[in-house]
């Protein structure tokens, strides 16, 4: 009886898991499934309009962003891995940590930091004219604010993606393939082009692919800057326009193209498999760099972490000083308190759900865990204003037709019960960044072997005591880090705070967009800084586990 009844109550759990993780699959999968029948609602009045006026110009600039950005990212990341791996230098034990940096920085603060030291009326441009005595149309320099600019800005933060997937497939590549490649005649570059990239060239995708989805999902760069993609022509369309049946559309088209990449990623990650025939593996040898080769390398590896952190933080410290920002006053406590609230719930919200969806897979594996666990990580290849408007669209249709209910039946004004609550933007982040925290989760969970959970049972603990008992405790790292990243990503992200922000709930990000919006740089510049501050936590992190990695 006993036997029986630890089944039922296994059972029982069970069910309770694969419920809840279904909810949150259906709540991750309601933003698109909105995108998709609001846009086919929308009728073809809108789309034909989009088509003649911005469909066009929307799909080259994005394109081509997504051109510049992956071909730099590949270029940064690529060489800057094959750099500090497989060379000594001096500094490369500094380097190969110092290059991760970049990842804590919106590439919007950076976009503000540049701004006010390349634009006309900055430093540079200024000292051009004061030296040489050039008035303003006897020379020529780059637009800072032009789809070259947002390129070059999203190219320094997002690199340390493809930085640090290359940088561990070249560790964990044996050195036989290259050494046999050296021994029949090739160079050290010759060896390089035709084994140790080919090799590397699932995880040197799957990096540049998460760069892409970042850049079409990127609202604060493109909209600063002037550059008409899908990102900022959604916000456009919802606020400026008031065309919830245009905006529909176009966050289709963006949808569309962000799921074709999700795939393309999840094909490159499900190929990324080698396997060496040799019966042993040798270490790939580094190569000892002197004289102008060894400087060459510090250059190329000291300018990706000079200009995609080190002069962005002493560029924005020097006009937080110049600003008439007090981050100690009343309203700017206001921001950080609204900042650290959002993400704070938001972060242990999204964990918490990954723990549903990651145990429910690991205690019944099947279809409906798979399917569940595999729209659950959607949402990351989603941009924050498609899921903006994914949920606003349908819960602003439930808050109009309760309040009308309600108004009929019993005379009484409902509102915007959940249109305008934080609850519904603390959702958008879990659909948001549920993929992130998934991977931590499972990435730990992987270290619970499953005699633990047979010993468990054995011990008569049910699902809730195993998960309780036995996994949390052996996660709890992997959970922080969890925390930690969904955390500082909320801190980050703009497009859906923009959109569904309660009234008077704005937050840091927030702040700083609309002072750059206002030409108030130095004034931004304060926001930001702490934004940067914040993102330092989980890059701290991961820059422990690459010193570990050697």
């Known amino acids: ?28 999968a309601l933003p698109m499934l909105a995108v998709l029948l609001a846009a086919l609602t929308g009728g073809t009045d809108t789309l034909q309009h989009l088509v003649e006026t911005v469909l066009g110009r929307y799909t080259l600039t994005t394109l081509a962003l997504v051109v510049l950005v992956a071909t730099g990212t590949f270029a940064v990341g690529v060489g800057a891995a094959w750099l500090v791996t497989m060379t000594r230098f001096p500094g490369v034990r500094f380097f190969e940590i110092a290059l991760v ?62 930085y640090l997937l290359a940088r561990a497939a070249f ?17 050290a570059w010759a060896a390089f082009f035709k084994v140790s990239l080919p090799l590397a060239r699932p995880a040197i995708a799957g990096g540049v692919l998460l ?11 493109v909209a600063y800057f002037g550059v008409q993609t899908f990102a900022t022509g959604i916000y456009t369309s919802w606020f400026s326009l008031a065309d919830r049946a245009g905006a529909a559309q176009l966050a289709l088209c963006l949808l569309s193209f962000a799921l074709l990449l999700a795939m393309l990623e999840r094909y490159q990650r499900g190929g990324a498999k080698y396997h060496d025939n040799g019966k042993r593996a040798v270490a790939m040898p580094p190569v000892d760099l002197r004289g102008v080769q060894a400087w060459g390398a510090v250059v190329l590896c000291g300018l990706p972490v000079l200009l995609g952190a080190v002069v962005p933080v002493i560029v924005l410290f020097s006009m937080g000083l110049g600003s008439e920002q007090n981050l100690l006053s009343p309203r700017y406590l206001g921001f950080i308190r609204n900042s650290v609230t959002l993400a704070g719930v938001a972060a242990v919200v999204t964990v918490l759900a990954a723990i549903v969806v990651g145990f429910y897979q690991r205690l019944q594996p099947g279809r409906p865990a798979q ?4 729209i659950a990580r959607l949402g990351y290849a989603v941009p924050g204003g498609v899921i903006a408007v994914g949920l606003m669209v349908p819960f602003a249709a439930f808050d109009n037709a309760l309040d009308a209910w309600m108004r009929e039946s019993f005379g009484i004004r409902t509102g915007l019960l959940i249109t305008g609550s934080i609850w519904l933007l603390v959702g958008a982040y879990m659909v948001r960044f549920l993929a992130a925290a998934l991977g931590a989760y499972e990435g730990g969970q992987a270290m619970v072997h499953a005699n633990m959970d047979a010993a468990s049972r ?34 980050k992200e703009l497009p859906a705070t923009l959109i569904m ?28 800084l702490v934004i940067v501050a914040m993102g330092l936590l989980p890059v701290i992190l991961i820059c422990r586990q690459v010193g570990r990695r050697r």
């Open 458 to 491: 054995s011990l008569g603990q049910g699902p809730l005591g195993t998960l309780r008992r036995v996994h949390l405790p052996i996660l709890a790292p992997s959970l922080m880090t969890a925390l930690l990243i969904v955390f500082v990503d909320v801190m």
């Open 1 to 28: 009886m006993d036997v029986q009844r630890a089944r039922r109550s296994r059972s029982r759990d069970g069910r309770r898991f694969g419920v809840v993780a279904i909810l949150i699959a259906a709540l991750c």
């Open 171 to 187: 560790l964990q590549q044996s050195g036989t393939t290259f050494l046999a490649a050296r021994a029949l005649g090739s160079s």
């Open 101 to 162: 940096l970049p990842l804590a920085f919106p590439a919007y603060v950076l976009a503000y930091a540049y701004t006010h030291v390349l634009d006309h009326p900055g430093i540079v441009q200024t000292s051009l004219r004061a030296v040489f005595g050039w008035g303003p149309r006897d020379y020529w320099f780059p637009d800072i604010r032009s789809l070259g600019g947002a390129a070059a800005m999203l190219v320094l933060v997002l690199y340390p993606y493809v």
């Open 211 to 221: 760069a892409v989805m970042e850049t079409i999902a990127d609202f604060g760069t």
């Open 371 to 374: 399917v569940s666990g595999y």
């Open 501 to 528: 922000r309660p009234f008077n709930m704005d937050t840091l990000a927030v702040q700083a967009y609309r002072l750059a919006s206002d030409e108030r740089l130095e004034g931004a510049a304060v926001p930001s």
